[in-house]
């Protein structure tokens, strides 16, 4: 992302951070749920969470993998840190991270989710792409966000509203069959989790 807009983000998301969890926690929980089931992670491996905010995930992952996450805000991170803590995780393992110039090897992580971070991020292909050059032959991804359907058009509502959710909050535009492919995955499951498939859990290999 330019430097720009990482800094505007980064101001906005600190501002968000005291007041994420009581927004997010309840609405979102289903969501982050479905995904961590669909990504079936397993004993040992070794899972990575760019963009983890304040570290709502935490609960949801089993106690046996090796965890490692990150956010952009440093706000969030000092969160996510208390949370992964309280989750039995070590804290130290969450750090400040961008998602789309990940800090780590090729074919360094059995599985990555990506929560509530594709749909906010400026450059989503390059967050994907980050996700898929670090994660090792069929490794899983997991996405939870906010997708336009694959097979037609995008809506005219979401269009007209937008430019003004994007600004503040989050596109409402994306695709995720396209950004998916960009980036060399397949498709595995896709799980409507919220307001009639506006919100969708999904695996991809």
Known sequence: MSARR???LRRLYSLYAPFYDALLTRFTRPGRAASVRLAALQPGERVLIPGCGTGLDFAHLPKDVDLVAGDFAPPMVARARRAAERAGFDPEAVQTLDASRLPFPDASFDAVLLHLIVAVVPNPEAVVAEARRVLRPGGRLGLFDKFAPDDQPVAAWRQAVNPLLAF???DVTRQAGPLLRGAG?????????RLNGLFRAIRAR
């Open 6 to 8: 990482s800094a505007a």
């Open 185 to 193: 995955f397949a498709k595995e499951a896709d799980v409507p989790v």
């Open 168 to 170: 503040f909050v989050t």
